[in-house]
T-cell receptor
Framework: DSGVTQTPKHLITATGQRVTLRCSPR?????VYWYQQSLDQGLQFLIQ???????AKGNILERFSAQQFPDLHSELNLSSLELGDSALYFC?????????????FGQGTRLTVV | SQQGEEDPQALSIQEGENATMNCSYK?????LQWYRQNSGRGLVHLIL?????REKHSGRLRVTLDTSKKSSSLLITASRAADTASYFC????????????FGSGTRLLVRP
């Protein structure tokens, strides 16, 4: 158990809908990362927050947004969903910034868009 | 785009043999990390090597880093069936240590 909790574990929704994925980082970790993993794209970095502030952005679509709350949990909002958004979405946390410390991954949310 | 690219994409070996995976990256880095992923599950951190280090060991794992060639290798010695997983390298960029970018991974199959 990494200590990172992601909910829900599975999500099935229709095209055009909006969903929210939630992540609770390990106690004391200030950084939260979001990744998308699909079969053909590998593990894609979406966005990173550090202590409530956005620090780095990857290839995150405009239809996607995220935030980190004062209690350090984070949410990833996906809207106007398309079939191609079906993927595993991982959240990771670390005590420090970027590659200076190891990241701890949650078990992921499997999103299926039908 | 990926910062790191692993090679080979897939590797199949017999239990007891050594497995070597390589990672190449594009820009200067502060550190490089290796992670393991069992099918469909979260990634697990294996080892972190800093840009001023050349080699690091952890149990049956040996990681090397050659910053002049922008490459790293992960060696798993005396492999076991339980080592079957995907292995990823992850890097940042010296311009932004906040990003942790993963390569495309090597799928390792260890046959009993």
């Amino acid at each position: 158990d990494s200590g990172v909790t992601q909910t829900p574990k599975h999500l099935i929704t229709a095209t055009g809908q909006r969903v929210t994925l939630r992540c609770s980082p390990r106690s004391g970790d200030l950084s939260v990362y979001w990744y998308q993993q699909s079969l053909d794209q590998g593990l894609q970095f979406l966005i990173q927050y550090y202590n409530g502030e956005e620090r780095a952005k990857g290839n995150i679509l405009e239809r996607f947004s995220a935030q980190q709350f004062p209690d350090l949990h984070s949410e990833l909002n996906l809207s106007s969903l398309e079939l191609g958004d079906s993927a595993l979405y991982f959240c990771a946390s670390s005590p420090g910034q970027g590659s200076r410390t190891e990241a701890f991954f949650g078990q992921g949310t499997r999103l299926t868009v039908v | 785009s990926q910062q790191g690219e692993e090679d080979p994409q897939a590797l199949s070996i017999q239990e007891g043999e050594n497995a070597t995976m390589n990672c190449s990256y594009k820009t200067s880095i502060n550190n490089l990390q290796w992670y393991r992923q069992n099918s469909g599950r979260g990634l697990v951190h294996l080892i972190l090597i800093r840009s001023n280090e050349r080699e690091k060991h952890s149990g049956r794992l040996r990681v090397t880093l050659d910053t002049s060639k922008k490459s790293s290798s992960l060696l798993i010695t005396a492999s076991r069936a339980a080592d079957t997983a995907s292995y990823f390298c992850a890097t940042d960029g010296k311009d932004s240590s906040y990003k942790l970018i993963f390569g495309s991974g090597t799928r390792l199959l260890v046959r009993p």
